[in-house]
């Protein structure tokens, strides 16, 4: 079992930045690819959440999705147990909740190859 928690989300205004965390317990952390995905309100199943970053094992590697390229980068402090997501030049359609997932195997864009999920934090882009 892998617990994560995500926190830093909040109400900002469009062209500002956050930074979410997301600390993991439980088993080893390094074990674990580790992802951020998102969810627009209105949408409630688990794969509708849109895929935007995630990054290997050891954090060797990292893949962000087009959408968010350039904008957003996924890092991980492997000695914090925790993993990160720096958002720059926020857009009101970034509004949604940010969920990070912990994950072995499969494709790394794909919600359903992640076992465990965080509970979410609330982002929201508005003037």
């Known amino acids: 079992q892998v617990q994560l928690v995500e926190s830093g989300g909040g109400l900002v205004h469009p062209g500002g930045s956050l930074r979410l965390s997301c600390a993991a317990s439980g088993q080893t952390f390094t074990n674990y690819r580790m992802a951020w995905f998102r969810q627009a309100p209105g949408q409630d199943r688990k794969q509708d959440r849109e895929?935007?970053?995630?990054?290997?094992?050891?954090?060797?590697?990292?893949y962000h999705a087009s959408s968010v390229k350039g904008r957003f980068t996924i890092s991980r402090d492997i000695a914090k147990n925790t993993v990160y997501l720096q958002m720059n030049s926020l857009n009101p359609e970034d509004t949604a909740v940010y969920y990070c997932?912990?994950?072995?195997?499969?494709?790394?864009?794909?919600?359903?190859?992640?076992?465990?999920w965080g509970q979410g934090t609330q982002v929201t882009v508005s003037s």
């Open positions: 997932a912990a994950g072995l195997l499969g494709d790394g864009s794909y919600s359903q190859n992640y076992a465990y």
């Open positions: 895929f935007l970053a995630f990054i290997t094992a050891r954090g060797v590697s990292t």
